[in-house]
């Protein structure tokens, strides 16, 4: 879809639900290209009618399911995946030995994933340094955002001379 916007609930103002369930962010795909709801029927069969119709169905929920966990699985195990991007937002002393780090992180992937990010910070000539992992504690679905903050352990008492902060999730 436009832009990955989309969720099972709705996230605020806009937000609109179309025929597949799914709320969709304002300015997202138009409803003309959903496709539309099914069309229910409703006819009178007779007992051999409803037997056949009874396994005929269970068949095809049976062929459906096993191609759909099979198509689940090589998804997951090929494609599926979340893949974070981040930013590091601030940082800033908090004593001589600590550095306050504050980091957005947004899902690029296709699949909802909790985000571990490995925080390094350093002086310019790397003398002053620390190392730390950040860790979002829910899933953070694809197309959204979540912000994670911390203290980093600054090495030689060299908070003040940290330089460079970056985060790789």
Request: aromatic letters at 10%; a negative charge; hydrophobic letters at 40%.
């Amino acid at each position: 879809m436009d832009g990955g916007w989309v969720s099972d609930t709705s996230q605020g103002t806009g937000w609109w639900q179309a025929s597949d369930g799914k709320w969709y962010a304002p300015g997202n795909v138009s409803a003309d290209r959903l496709p539309a709801p099914p069309v229910k029927t409703t006819e009178k069969l007779g007992t051999k009618g409803c037997l056949m119709g009874f396994l005929g169905l269970a068949l095809t929920v049976g062929v459906v399911m096993g191609i759909g966990w099979a198509g689940f699985a090589i998804d997951h195990a090929l494609t599926g995946q979340a893949r974070f991007w981040s930013k590091v937002e601030l940082y800033k002393p908090t004593d001589s030995s600590h550095l306050y780090v504050s980091i957005d992180v947004k899902n690029i992937g296709s699949k909802a994933g909790v985000p571990s990010c490995q925080v390094e910070a350093s002086s310019f000539d790397s003398s002053d340094y620390g190392v730390t992992t950040f860790t979002v504690r829910v899933p953070v679905d694809p197309g959204f955002y979540s912000h994670v903050a911390g203290l980093v352990i600054i090495t030689n008492q060299g908070a003040e001379d940290v330089s460079s902060v970056t985060a790789t999730c």
